[in-house]
């Protein structure tokens, strides 16, 4: 798994790029934090960077796992194909 980070304006490329919302909410002068609203998904990305499958926060960890093999296997077929 990858995370991605970067430059303001490399991220806001990628955020629309892929669709994520993301929102700063204003830093708290005393504790200077602040809260980060985004979309709360997980994204299969392929080697040509578009999107295979995305997984929201409902889906079980195994179950995402088995379902990126299967994406993987679906792909060594393929593969084996050519």
């Known amino acids: 798994m990858i995370g991605l980070t970067g430059t303001e304006d490399n991220l806001k490329k990628i955020t629309k790029a892929y669709g994520v919302y993301v929102k700063f909410s204003e830093e708290d002068e005393i504790t200077k934090e602040y809260i980060v609203d985004h ?43 050519n």
């Open 39 to 81: 979309s709360m998904f997980t994204f299969l990305v392929g080697l040509d960077g578009k999107i295979l499958n995305y997984y929201g926060h409902d889906v079980m960890a195994e179950d995402m796992t088995e379902l990126v093999l299967e994406r993987f296997r679906e792909h060594q077929q393929q593969q084996n194909k």
